[in-house]
């Protein structure tokens, strides 16, 4: 199964028309569900997570009930999954360069599919500005007093 050129993936996502259904309904189902249940749901974004993957990868590890201890934190325990859990690590897996998922099915999709770059800001690279403005001004609209920024 061929994946749609970009214009048309953009028309249909502004639309809200996906195989998961809209994104922002999604996204503000598991922001309200976090704030209504933080011991349930962590809400991580991407950017942030980014910024500082060793303070987040903490949290994780907190909020799924097994701190690091003392030991494994002077013993670099964070920084080695931070390593192995990078964009760089797991897009030279061999099984994410040459694998499939769903196969036997119409819908087989190849891993690396799932991989570009990794960096922030590289939508830049393939939105125009005109498309950018207009996923700003949709998201702004559908985020409108959540108290939810992206």
């Known amino acids: 199964m061929k994946p749609p050129a970009l214009e048309e993936a953009f028309e249909l996502f502004c639309q809200g028309v996906s195989s998961y259904g809209p994104y922002w309904d999604h996204v503000l189902g598991f922001w309200k569900a976090s704030l209504d249940r933080p011991d349930k749901i962590l809400f991580l974004k991407y950017e942030e997570m980014i910024e500082d993957t060793i303070l987040y990868v903490k949290k994780i590890a907190d909020f799924i009930g097994y701190p690091f ?82």
């Open 69 to 150: 201890s003392f030991e494994e934190l002077e013993k670099g325990s964070v920084e080695k999954i931070v390593n192995m859990c990078s964009f760089e690590n797991l897009s030279n897996l061999e099984v994410n360069k040459s694998g499939k998922h769903r196969e036997g099915t119409p819908a087989v999709i190849e891993n690396k599919m799932y991989f570009r770059k990794g960096k922030v800001g590289d939508w830049e690279n393939y939105l125009t500005p005109e498309m950018a403005a207009r996923l700003d001004s949709i998201t702004l609209q559908k985020l409108n007093g959540s108290g939810l920024t992206l």
